[in-house]
């Protein structure tokens, strides 16, 4: 009898940890030189949203609010990795000139004469960047995200060795 309850506890703590944590692998350039593509980063999905804070790497979903996903065992397809840089009450300037050129003339509108654009975080949400500015589709595209689109934290970058140790 032992033994099974011994069991059961092992599965159950190995499903817990499945759940609570995911690996990420990094794709393009947006977080160069922190994250390179094909690094691989452990997320912490559990962390409280009233925990965020400015410069934390998230995984995050910018699209629509993620509330009904039940279980989130399989992480989505169009998630991104970035930064926190400013936080819900808080206000951020960009600079036109800081966009990749592609979205330049897109977003050029909603600037003012000098490249810049101000940008009040409303409380609950987060305004995220790619490290590499110039290489990345972040918030200054999309605008302020709410809190509940991040999936989880970052927590430590995973080294890379292969069977061998090599």
Request: charged fraction near 20%; include cysteine; charge should be positive.
């Amino acid at each position: 009898m032992a033994l099974w309850i011994t069991l059961l506890c092992c599965v159950s703590a190995l499903l817990l940890v499945r759940r609570a944590f995911a690996v990420v692998t990094i794709e393009g350039e947006s977080m160069a030189p922190t994250l390179v593509h094909g690094e691989r980063i452990l997320i912490y999905r559990w962390w409280p949203h009233q925990r965020l804070r400015k410069g934390q790497v998230v995984l995050l979903q910018p699209g629509y609010p993620l509330s009904f996903l039940p279980s989130l065992q399989r992480l989505p397809a169009d998630a991104y990795v970035k930064r926190i840089v400013g936080m819900g009450g808080e206000n951020i300037v960009t600079s036109l000139h800081e966009l990749h050129k592609a979205h330049q003339a897109e977003q050029k509108e909603y600037y003012d004469e000098q490249g810049n654009r101000r940008w009040s975080i409303p409380e609950g949400y987060v305004f995220v960047c790619g490290d590499n500015l110039s290489g990345s589709i972040d918030s200054r595209i999309w605008g302020p995200l709410p809190q509940r689109n991040v999936l989880g934290v970052a927590i430590m970058k995973l080294q890379r060795q292969d069977f061998f140790g090599h």
